[in-house]
């Protein structure tokens, strides 16, 4: 399938910028995963990725990390029936590994609030993992409520609405191979 075809269904239209495009995206993953070989040398590591945005981040850093790397999945919701939080966590699909002794990177797409990766960060270190860590490939500064320690970022971007490398608008433009600001008239039809 070629490019142009996968994403006929959207136009340039919807977006104002590109925030992170698809070779910076690459690069930044190329440097944290040279950092997290060295920060885990001789260790074994459990990846988690947190569905389901941060799939395409997943994938990509897997990918340039030891081929002994584990991955699990976990969903968690913050989220109710609308778009604001509310403050209560569900698990909707828990890991399948035990944590026991493990050293555990949590891998995000976004970090927006903290909110619910603060909890998510202490329910995992309550499950005995020897270390628990996070990387994100993106960070929203200005919209942080509750400071986290997160060992890799790869960009800190404005609090816009950004979609595309997993990031979604109503499931839609998860598979764009690039992060883009999405204009407000079009999250704003409903």
Do not use: C
Not at 1 to 22: I, K, N
Not at 63 to 88: F, I, N, Q
Not at 97 to 120: C, Q
Request: hydrophobic share 45%; no cysteine; glycine share 6%.
């Amino acid at each position: 399938m070629s490019p142009d075809f996968a994403h006929a269904a959207f136009s340039m239209d919807d977006f104002t910028s590109v925030a992170v495009t698809e070779q910076q995206i690459s690069d930044k993953l190329d440097q944290i995963a040279a950092q997290i070989r060295e920060d885990y040398e001789g260790k074994e590591v459990l990846l988690v990725g947190v569905l389901k945005g941060a799939v395409m981040v997943m994938a990509d850093l897997a990918r340039r990390l030891p081929p002994s790397v584990e991955m699990d999945w976990m969903a968690v919701s913050s989220y109710g029936s609308g778009t604001k939080s509310s403050g209560v966590v569900r698990i909707l699909k828990d890991l399948d590994a035990d944590l026991t002794g493990r050293h555990v990177l949590i891998v995000e797409d976004i970090i927006d609030t903290g909110m619910t990766l603060s909890w998510l960060l202490g329910n995992l270190r309550s499950r005995g993992a020897e270390s628990v860590e996070v990387a994100a490939l993106l960070r929203k500064p200005d919209a942080v409520q509750v400071e986290i320690s997160v060992r890799y970022v790869g960009f800190d971007i404005p609090s816009d609405f950004v979609v595309g490398y997993g990031l979604d608008w109503a499931e839609k433009y998860r598979t764009l191979p690039f992060v883009a600001v999405l204009k407000p008239s079009v999250y704003s039809e409903d």
